[in-house]
């Protein structure tokens, strides 16, 4: 290249670095005014909590005969599921009552290490009615041990210094009650002994009837939630006028997690403050939200601590990464109906997790075989090409489409494993039938097109409009392990850049004859997704856009003719990281209570914890490479489109630089998704997931693309056919 085209090259990356740099820090900036501003103040607290844990409570518990006075509260407070994840047991994915009440403590993560759930210290009490949790120091110890840093003891230090009193019911709620000595001071064994709450300014109470028969169902479980409901209607009957009520079924009561039971009562914001929770609006009867989660009807265990300090109008001190629960608008129907559909999103979270690792057994034995069948096609069976061109739409469709299942409740079928894998395939089936129904099937990247414009597309509009169709689905994130709520998930994330690549490569083949305007809508895309993939309130996503980005420069150098070097892909990818950077930095400007995990992590790289959180995604990114079947998926596609698509066959010229000669920008496009699937493998933790699900969605469609070049191209001799396809390099033939 000569020193002007260099510098123009160099001119041209640079514009395409700095437009993505400032269109990101513009929106990240923006995050400040589009979500409502901390109520809370450091002033002496204004409200009254008290908060009932019950641990194990689930939605199918509730019952109106049974369980009168919980069902009272759902009738006229807001509710939600709960997610309880915390540091669980090695070897027990599950929250115990002691992590639970410790969480809530710490506004973290938290547990009490070990290989099974420790009974509940027994406090020691004083004369004066305090108490103090024996083995305290050794409870602080294991957390700052372990790789959240929980700092147990937190929440009720915060209430003590702005000036107010707490009291705890129970071993467990003293747990939660307890400073960072350990100390509570004010400590009852049961709700008899302490029936005047008055005096405090949070009351912890526990209602642990329900994890004391642990692991019971049927007619031991009913008891038991019957005697629980017992306790808490006799501390609902002391609780002052004004007090805001918090129900939290916050651990499990079994080998199994769940989701619990949320409820709120009373106001769910101190006097005077301003915003959506302002003035003194009570939590009325109708869902619970948080801005951890933004779902309505779905809030997290560690909110907990958050709602407590905001509703009492005291400053939520830093380490608590929970958000206020809030009001989320009236639910429709009847308190039965709410209950039911709480114990539905409990069961949909069950079947989730037995259907997930048989699902994907079967998707990549199925990848497996529809591989080695077309390698065996692509060789010998000319005749069998148009078969093969749409099983690989479809099975290029088969990855957006475990989400758009979402729509459909397959989860309740008495068959959920097989009603999931056909609502998957008549939505596969359904997006290959549009990509084969218009004028644009008979072009080499037409159906390829469709596909990756509805894998992008979708996606975008599902985390614009609140990222439904990734909770719960099988390729997106559950409830109840807690990991993520909203924005892309790093599956979601692979199926939507790779599809937007794509997409973009598509339009530039189909409007090459306006080059520039073409240039333009690729530029103009291209960056709303990357934008929509790092903006905290739609994507939220960390480690995917300087992969996004990378992604997308490649293609663009590519398909306006420039080379990629390794200087150029270093600018880059510093470009990439600043701009997610700059996102991070402005989401960590706002309150401590309105950080999405983007702003978390600044503070947490503030308080010296950023290289043990870079550890532990490391460490879990290493991980998955020990997930053989998705591994195996990765490198079988990868093998079949180089020493398959890329070779002679008998059919002449390699499958793939035909489909290069009729249509260049795939090449462009292939090489860009590549790029983004790579780094995405090396900066999230989900690892070797994101290239295989990026190369479910390229690979067939690169396959459907090379078959109708053939289709389109005179068959040739092996001895006449071109030697193997580089893939780095243009074609000779004129684009189609």
């Given amino acids: 290249m000569h020193g002007a085209q260099r510098s123009t090259a160099v001119r041209h990356l640079f514009f395409i670095a700095a437009a993505l740099v400032a269109?990101?820090?513009?929106?990240?900036?923006?995050v400040?005014?589009?979500?409502?501003?901390?109520?809370?103040?450091?002033?002496s607290p204004t409200g009254r909590v008290v908060l009932i844990g019950v641990p194990g409570l689930r939605w199918d518990d509730l019952d109106s005969a049974r369980t009168p006075n919980l069902w009272a509260l759902a009738a006229k407070g807001g509710v939600a599921s709960l997610s309880t994840r915390t540091v669980p047991p090695e070897g027990l994915p599950v929250?115990?009552?002691?992590?639970?009440?410790?969480?809530?403590?710490?506004g973290q993560r938290a547990g009490t290490g070990g290989d099974s759930c420790t009974p509940l210290p027994a406090p020691v009490a004083a004369p004066d009615g305090s108490a103090t949790v024996p083995g305290w120091a050794g409870l602080v110890a294991l957390q700052r041990a372990g790789s959240y840093k929980a700092d147990i003891g937190l929440l009720g230090q915060t209430i003590i210094g702005a000036g107010g009193r707490v009291a705890a019911i129970g071993p467990g709620a003293a747990l939660a009650a307890a400073d960072k000595s350990g100390k509570i001071q004010k400590y009852a064994a049961n709700p008899g002994e302490l029936p005047d709450l008055t005096p405090y300014t949070v009351v912890f109470a526990e209602a642990g009837e329900i994890a004391q028969a642990w692991n019971q169902e049927g007619d031991a479980r009913r008891s038991a939630a019957a005697a629980a409901d017992r306790t808490?209607?006799?501390?609902?009957?002391?609780?002052?006028?004004?007090?805001?009520?918090?129900?939290?079924g916050l651990s499990d009561s079994g080998a199994t997690a769940h989701l619990h039971v949320a409820m709120a009562t009373g106001p769910a914001g101190p006097a005077g403050s301003t915003g959506s929770t302002a003035g003194l609006e009570p939590y009325g009867a109708g869902w619970l939200t948080a801005s951890s989660t933004r779902q309505d009807a779905l809030v997290t265990l560690t909110d907990l601590t958050a709602t407590v300090t905001h509703v009492l109008g005291i400053t939520t001190p830093e380490g608590v990464v929970g958000r206020p629960w809030q009001p989320d608008g009236t639910a429709d129907g009847t308190a039965k109906d709410s209950v039911a559909r709480l114990a539905d999103a409990d069961l949909a979270s069950q079947v989730l997790k037995q259907v997930r690792e048989p699902f994907f057994l079967v998707l990549v034995v199925a990848q497996l075989l529809f591989y080695a069948l077309a390698a065996v096609v692509m060789r010998r069976?000319?005749?069998?090409?148009?078969?093969?061109?749409?099983?690989?739409?479809?099975?290029?469709?088969?990855p957006v489409s475990t989400f758009l299942a979402q729509l459909v409740p397959w989860w309740s079928l008495a068959h959920p494993m097989a009603a999931l894998c056909g609502t998957i395939l008549v939505m596969a089936g359904a997006i290959a039938g549009v990509a084969f129904a218009g004028p644009w099937r008979g072009h080499v990247l037409g159906p390829l097109t469709v596909v990756a414009g509805v894998s992008s597309l979708a996606l975008l509009i599902d985390v614009m409009t609140g990222s439904r169709l990734q909770v719960n689905a099988v390729t997106g994130y559950?409830?109840?392990?807690?990991?993520?709520?909203?924005g892309f998930g790093n599956m979601a994330f692979a199926v939507y850049s790779t599809g937007t690549i794509l997409l973009l490569a598509g339009l530039s083949q189909a409007l090459r004859r306006w080059r520039v305007p073409a240039l333009v809508l690729c530029l103009a895309y291209g960056l709303l997704a990357i934008a929509a993939d790092g903006w905290p309130n739609w994507g939220a996503d960390f480690g995917g856009v300087p992969s996004f980005i990378l992604g997308f420069a490649v293609f663009m150098l590519l398909v306006t003719g420039r080379r990629v070097s390794v200087i150029r892909l270093a600018v880059i990818g510093a470009g990439g990281v600043l701009a997610v950077g700059l996102i991070a930095v402005a989401d960590w400007m706002r309150p401590a209570d309105q950080r999405t995990h983007l702003g978390t992590f600044v503070q947490q790289v503030v308080d010296g914890e950023g290289a043990s959180v870079v550890g532990r995604k490391l460490?879990?990114?290493l991980h998955t490479l020990g997930n053989l079947p998705l591994t195996l998926l990765s490198l079988v596609a990868l093998a079949f489109l180089f020493l398959v698509l890329s070779r002679p066959s008998k059919w002449g010229a390699p499958a793939l630089s035909q489909a290069y000669g009729h249509a260049s920008a795939l090449r462009a496009g292939l090489l860009g998704t590549l790029t983004a699937a790579l780094a995405g493998f090396l900066l999230n933790d989900s690892g070797v997931a994101i290239p295989a699900m990026a190369l479910t969605v390229a690979v067939p469609l690169t396959l459907a693309a090379s078959v109708r070049a053939l289709q389109l191209s005179t068959p040739t001799t092996p001895d006449r056919s071109s030697a193997q396809a580089d893939t780095m390099a243009r074609p000779a033939n004129g684009p189609r």
Wanted: proline share 6%.
């Fill in 32 to 43: 400040t005014a589009a979500l409502p501003a901390s109520a809370s103040s450091s002033g």
């Fill in 232 to 248: 808490v209607g006799s501390v609902l009957a002391h609780v002052p006028a004004g007090s805001t009520v918090l129900v939290a």
């Fill in 619 to 621: 460490g879990a990114m």
């Fill in 95 to 106: 929250t115990c009552p002691a992590g639970g009440w410790l969480t809530v403590s710490a």
């Fill in 478 to 486: 559950e409830p109840v392990t807690g990991g993520r709520f909203y």
């Fill in 23 to 30: 269109l990101l820090a513009a929106l990240g900036a923006g």
């Fill in 381 to 398: 069976y000319r005749r069998m090409f148009v078969p093969a061109q749409i099983v690989a739409v479809v099975s290029a469709a088969v």
